[in-house]
């Protein structure tokens, strides 16, 4: 179901501590191939998480979002709000707009679980 073809960009600037070693709650950015849309995440604390905002208008543009919406509420699929420095990050990768003040981001599990339920509601493109 999930076509792997990364890119990443490495640990976001100005996370490093004095010795060279990444802190806890360093993030990686990137690309990854999901069903055959090319979306940008972030990988924070190991977990690879996408903006819900880029899910909603690429990979799930022809379904209403109160519908995607009510799914995540019955899977039980929360999301959560990024930080400024990880809200720049998802701009200068392009996975939000540049005039976007706030995101919120979804988990891998939880994006694939969404994709999963969504399967018989409408086509992908």
Do not use: W
């Amino acid at each position: 179901m999930f076509l792997t073809c990364e890119g990443t960009f490495g640990i976001v600037p100005a996370t490093m501590d004095y010795n060279g070693e990444a802190r806890p709650g360093d993030f990686h950015a990137g690309y990854q191939e999901i069903e055959g849309i090319n979306l940008g995440y972030l990988q924070i604390n190991g977990t690879q998480m996408f903006a819900l905002a880029q899910v909603l208008s690429d990979l799930f543009k022809d379904i209403p979002r109160t519908t995607i919406s009510k799914k995540m509420e019955t899977l039980k699929i929360k999301s959560r709000r990024c930080d400024l420095k990880e809200l720049r990050t998802l701009k200068a990768i392009n996975s939000v707009p540049t005039r976007a003040v706030k995101c919120s981001l979804i988990s891998k599990a939880d994006l694939e679980a969404l994709c999963t339920s969504c399967k018989s509601l409408g086509p992908r493109r």
